[in-house]
């Protein structure tokens, strides 16, 4: 299974279960960092409140979801352990159950305190750091065309997502994605939840 697809189904199976948790701490509006690299078609928003997950039944449960593919993953792009250094992550995407997918079909952007040198142990034997419109592209050897990756925007913020993806999220300038009906909704979802989800055609 692909990163990918662990991650869309455990966000969807996750807010299924749990009908959306209330937010008992009161905290400020997510990032604009993370609203920003939203995707720019989005038909679907997810995100996780990872900071207050990880701790609850919700967080062992979102964990279990996606350490069943972490063997896939460890293998062919990065692993587990990265995760411990993320506090939010919002998905943001055209297809909410999408698997291979198209290219530049989903963004992950992932909020945390970010270590490099953690990162790059992560990643499999051989991973290559490139230079990819001004940011740190981390490419694992023999890497097949469309493959997730990981990009390091900053010491606060990472993107996943293809290269098309990627550079989709780098070029576009947050205007009408991040006011639209949907990202207004997922922005109400965000204050009061800590996994949730949004999609067009969905009440």
Request: glycine fraction near 10%; charged fraction near 20%; hydrophobic fraction near 45%.
């Amino acid at each position: 299974m692909r990163l990918r697809t662990v991650l869309i189904a455990a966000v969807c199976a996750i807010a299924l279960l749990t009908f959306c948790p209330p937010v008992f701490s009161a905290q400020p509006d997510p990032p604009l960092d993370l609203w920003k690299y939203m995707h720019p078609g989005a038909r679907f928003i997810a995100g996780v409140d990872w900071i207050k997950v990880k701790t609850s039944p919700t967080g062992r449960m979102f964990a279990r979801q996606l350490a069943s593919g972490s063997s896939k993953f460890k293998s062919s792009g990065p692993g587990l352990q990265m995760f411990d250094q993320f506090e939010r992550l919002l998905l943001s995407g055209t297809e909410p159950g999408a698997g291979a997918g198209a290219p530049g079909d989903l963004i992950i952007a992932a909020e945390g305190k970010l270590d490099r040198a953690v990162l790059k142990k992560s990643m499999p034997a051989g991973t290559a750091i490139e230079r990819f419109k001004g940011i740190d592209l981390y490419v694992p050897p023999k890497t097949p065309q469309g493959e997730m990756l990981l990009a390091v925007v900053s010491d606060r913020l990472a993107l996943f997502g293809d290269r098309d993806s990627i550079a989709i999220a780098l070029d576009q300038t947050a205007g009408p994605a991040a006011s639209s009906p949907l990202a207004a909704r997922a922005a109400e979802m965000a204050s009061k939840c800590e996994i949730w989800m949004v999609a067009a055609g969905l009440g």
